[in-house]
């Protein structure tokens, strides 16, 4: 990654679920972990879907656009999404389709946010740009501006910008370095929890907003402190293990390795078996150093 131009890049592997009608806010509104009434035409929010046992199904991002909400989600796993949703409709006055001729870019690295005219770095903060409907990353305003757009297009008109053309490698170093987990590739879905992977840190759920599915769990974990696992950074003394590589303290195994890029991952650590004074290995013997979420600067 340069360190004056923002880069853009295309997410190939997302996808856009429109959700309208009469109910659409109310309708997702009982079941999704955030607000919806931080959602407008000058707000984006991040959120997830769970199991009524509170365990993770989806994440996503949603936007208001044109009288209705757009919902960047993972492409693989949209019919999915759609068909969890429409489950729970029931006679609401609410109608979900596929927007197949959108797309998602990502922008990100320095100045990302002034370059599309936002006058402040604002986790969630909302506009249209190109055409399309741009937010600033709700999870971490460092991670840069998503985009949604028509797929024709949004290249483009992002490169007439004089943005440069980012990769997959760079995207994911930023995220990693900001501890921000990628659905598809660090969480299980109707295994985990969604505060073990930092969800209210990334500003993925509400504590104050009416009941939702799955919402006696994570008020309970909250309130007690009964969450065992946190979602960590890691910087490997060698290269990288592959992921789900166990981290240990001599013979205990006290966590996980997720995805990586170069020498550092992401990885979920044991908090009720992790001396965070010890010496830490990787099953195959190399060091590893671990660092908590909010420590960025190492």
């Known amino acids: 990654m340069n360190d004056i131009t923002p880069e853009a890049i295309f997410l190939e592997d997302r996808a856009i679920l429109r959700v309208e009608g009469e109910d659409a806010r109310s309708f997702l509104q009982g079941l999704i972990t955030n607000d919806m009434d931080g959602v407008d035409d000058a707000h984006a929010i991040y959120s997830a879907l769970q199991t009524p046992q509170g365990k993770f199904l989806f994440d996503f991002f949603v936007v208001e656009a044109d009288g209705a909400f757009l919902i960047d989600c993972e492409k693989a796993r949209l019919a ?3 068909k969890r949703l429409t489950l729970y409709k029931l006679r609401a006055a609410v109608t979900l389709s596929v927007v197949s001729n959108y797309g998602v870019a990502a922008i990100y690295g320095p100045a990302a946010a002034s370059s599309l005219g936002f006058a402040a770095e604002e986790a969630g903060a909302a506009r249209d740009i190109l055409g399309g409907h741009g937010f600033i990353d709700p ?7 998503r985009v949604i757009g028509e797929l024709g297009s949004l290249a483009e008109e992002l490169m007439a910008l004089g943005l440069e053309e980012g990769t997959l490698e760079n995207y994911h170093a930023s995220r990693i370095a900001r501890c921000v987990p990628n659905h598809s590739l660090d969480i299980t879905p109707e295994q985990v929890f969604i505060l073990d992977f930092g969800f ?3 500003n993925g759920v509400s504590f104050s907003k009416g009941c939702y599915i799955g919402q006696e769990i994570v008020s309970r974990m909250r309130n007690r402190g009964t969450s065992r696992k946190m979602l960590a950074r890691v910087r490997v003394d060698g290269a990288l293990p592959a992921p789900g590589t166990e981290i240990k303290d001599g013979e205990r ?4 390795l997720l995805s990586g890029q170069d020498s550092n991952a992401l990885a979920l650590m044991r908090t009720d078996r992790w001396d965070k004074g010890a010496t830490l290995s990787t099953a195959d013997g190399m060091d590893i150093n671990v660092f908590e979420a909010d420590d960025l600067s190492k």
């Not at 999870?139 to 501006?145: D, E, F, I, T």
């Not at 195994?253 to 996980?256: D, Q, T």
């Open 80 to 82: 999915d999404l759609q």
């Open 139 to 145: 999870r971490n305003a460092a991670m840069g501006v």
């Open 200 to 202: 209210d840190r990334l």
């Open 253 to 256: 195994s006290i966590g996980v």
